[in-house]
Structures are given as C-alpha cells and as structure tokens.
C-alpha cells in the first residue's frame, strides 16, 4: 500500500486489481452514474465505513416485503377460519331442521343424497384450481373407496 499526500483528497492509496475486476469497476461506475471509477470507489469505502447503509435500506425493504406477506398470510387465516365456522354452523342447521325420512322411503332417500353429495364435490371441484382442485380431487376419490 503505497500513501502520498495530495492537496485535493489528502491520502492516496493503490490498490491493485485484475482486469476483471477492473472491468467491473469501470462498468459499475458507469450503470450507477459515477463520474469516475475512482468516485465510483470513493463512494463504495465511504458507504463501507458508514455501516453499509445502501445494503441495510435492502434489508429493510425485504423486511419490510416479509412483514406484509406475514400480515397477509394472517388475514388469509382469519378469512378461511371464518368461512369454516360458517360452514359448520350452517351443517348444524340444516342437520338440527331437516326431518329424518321414514323408514320406508329410508334407503331411496340416503341414494339421492349420496348422488346429490356427488355432484356437490364435483361442482366444487370445477370451480376450484390448481392445488386446491387436486385436494378436493383427493377428497371425491376418498370418498368412493
């Protein structure tokens, strides 16, 4: 390391590169709007010593993007509990109103809500995409074996 004193800058200091790395320099200098590769470097030492502030406004903007995510993954939750509970209340109804058929008509009416029930999961199906599709796909072929 070789240090000569300037009246502009103060301390000079060398610093040996490859080409690459040169090139790279040069080039990053130039996408970022540096006046020089030597600004481009003054800059780079200065943002090191000052704690990185251009890596720390990364890390909390990909903090920032997992806090909103999160937050969105918990209203997620919250909405699909709801529908649950909705469900559940709504089967407890129906099951608590609905009048047992009589014992006569007993085996003709368990077909047609086995047919009904049928063509409820497949409606659900058609509508659904992706991995859900396949999850209520797995819930039909569960059901008839």
Known sequence: MQERSGAARGTRITVRLS???QHKVEEAARTRGHASPSAFVRAAIRNELNGGREQTGTEERIAGGFD??????????????????????????????????????????IARARDRYDQLMKNAGRSMSGDARSAMQDLVDHGTN
């Open 19 to 21: 080409r690459e790395e």
């Open 68 to 109: 909103r995510v999160s937050k969105d993954i918990s209203r997620v939750g919250r909405s699909q509990q709801a529908v649950f509970a909705l469900l559940d209340t709504f089967a407890k109804t129906m099951l608590t109103c609905v009048p047992e058929p009589p014992s006569d008509a007993r085996p003709q009416a």
